[in-house]
């Protein structure tokens, strides 16, 4: 499976983007699928995941501002993501957990917030 993520690009604080990860393969609805991202100098952290049923986490610095969907006849999960500030700078990558156990990660997609 190849998972191909866009819509990143350069915004300014307050603004909004939103990215979409297309996988090539099916993807099942027991499947996670999930957003990551990595900025310049740190590691790579979870920004959120949906769940089977459609149940999502999200990591704390963007709740209330971000929004994971899917899209299963799509094979595509979409992140929305709103109020941006340049703390949410970074390259943004998804993943897909098979349920069987298989992991998958996608090319990334630069976001840049500029003040």
């Known amino acids: 499976v190849q998972l191909q993520a866009s819509g990143g690009g350069l915004v300014q604080a307050g603004g909004s983007l939103r990215l979409s990860c297309v996988a090539s393969g099916f993807i099942y609805s027991r499947d996670v699928m999930g957003w990551y991202r990595q900025a310049p100098g740190k590691q790579r952290e979870l920004v959120g995941r949906?769940?089977?049923?459609?149940?999502?986490v999200y990591d704390d610095s963007v709740k209330g501002r971000f929004t994971i969907s899917r899209d299963n006849t799509k094979n595509t999960v979409y992140l929305q993501m709103n109020s941006l500030n340049q703390e949410d700078t970074g390259v943004y990558y998804c993943?897909?957990?098979?349920?069987?156990?298989?992991?998958?990660w996608g090319q990334g997609t630069q976001v840049t917030v500029s003040s």
């Open positions: 949906i769940l089977n049923g459609g149940n999502t």
């Open positions: 993943r897909l957990d098979r349920s069987w156990g298989n992991v998958y």
